[in-house]
């Protein structure tokens, strides 16, 4: 969504070029540093399970079964493959949109007096996604598209009730946190979950949300948010693994709630400030250096 | 809310192993049926779902 409502102007191939390469500077480098620390933590210290890991569920113990080589981590770099950290999936998805970006950014501003081109394109992006459920980047294109046509509307929703979009958000968001369990309807959950962050964005958008959205700590929030995606499942993963594997939980007899409870404060506590250092010394002089870029 | 999911994922909850794909009327313990809840409202899902593709 974030790219979504990249409101830049794509007129001429210099912008397309320009655009692609800030986009890439705003992603590439926070996920190279990531996958650093993961390859050397491998590389230094060997994930062998033991008879102690019997607590962890078979996701847990699918991750990291092997050390890395060079032609593995070399994919991972590129995004070919996620399997360094696998969260990083939504990053391939974000490139490959981010090379159609141009095209669909055109499409979308292509105004008519009626509509139906972008309601018959839309149709068909949604119907593509339904074909192909298997694909993870294909459904997101007809999401991303919507929230393209986002800028269009937005000017209109901030004359709406404001009431009006609390009761949308009523009715959408239980209805999108039910869908999650509807597998055989899973393109229906990605309709839902795109019309609920659509709302959400919307009603953010109102006039009279303004003070949420400029307050300090949201704006933290949002700026360490790919820091802190990027940092916690390797954060996660190798806690939960030393947790494991050093047998306190088997000893100790603590239960599994409690545990999961204190490796969520412990993982999302440090992927939080490993987030905030990413976004300062990582991401924000890489984006500073996209903007310079852009603006010779 | 990710972060959040991965961390209920990340272990066994009274021996059920695949708690997302666990109908929530298949579940018995308390602690597997809070955590059941506590999934589906954090959303993980389609995360989940993508690891398993």
Request: charged share 15%.
């Amino acid at each position: 969504m974030g790219l979504s409502l990249d409101r830049n102007k794509i007129s001429h191939w210099r912008s397309v070029w320009v655009f692609w390469l800030q986009r890439g500077l705003r992603i590439y480098p926070a996920h190279l540093v990531v996958m650093t620390a993961i390859v050397s933590t491998l590389f230094f210290f060997r994930m062998t399970p033991n008879e102690s890991m019997t607590l962890g569920s078979s996701w847990f113990l699918r991750c990291y079964r092997t050390a890395p080589d060079l032609w593995n981590t070399c994919q991972n770099a590129l995004l070919v493959s996620t399997n360094l950290n696998h969260i990083t999936w939504t990053l391939r998805v974000e490139a490959i949109i981010a090379l159609m970006f141009p095209l669909l950014h055109c499409l979308s501003r292509w105004h008519t007096r009626t509509p139906w081109h972008q309601i018959c394109l839309l149709s068909v992006l949604f119907m593509v996604g339904f074909a192909n459920p298997h694909s993870v980047w294909i459904p997101r294109i007809y999401e991303f598209y919507l929230g393209l046509l986002l800028p269009k509307f937005l000017p209109q929703w901030q004359r709406l009730n404001k009431r009006n979009l609390r009761w949308a958000l009523a009715i959408v968001l239980p209805l999108t946190l039910s869908a999650s369990e509807w597998s055989p309807w899973i393109r229906l959950n990605d309709l839902l979950l795109t019309m609920a962050a659509i709302l959400i964005l919307g009603y953010g958008m109102h006039r009279d949300s303004a003070p949420f959205w400029d307050a300090a700590l949201t704006r933290k929030l949002g700026s360490i948010s790919y820091g802190f995606y990027l940092w916690h499942f390797p954060v996660l993963w190798f806690s939960c693994f030393a947790l494991l594997h050093s047998g306190i939980l088997n000893i100790s007899g603590i239960k599994t709630p409690v545990v999961t409870l204190l490796l969520a404060i412990w993982s999302i506590s440090l992927a939080g400030l490993l987030g905030g250092l990413s976004y300062s010394f990582i991401e924000r002089p890489f984006i500073e250096l996209g903007r310079r870029i852009a603006r010779q | 809310m990710v972060a959040i999911s991965h961390c209920l994922i990340a272990l066994k909850f009274s021996g059920i192993d695949h708690l997302w794909e666990t109908p929530i009327w298949e579940i018995s313990p308390l602690d597997a049926w809070v955590a059941k809840i506590l999934f589906l409202l954090f959303n993980g899902k389609l995360a989940v779902t993508l690891f398993l593709s």
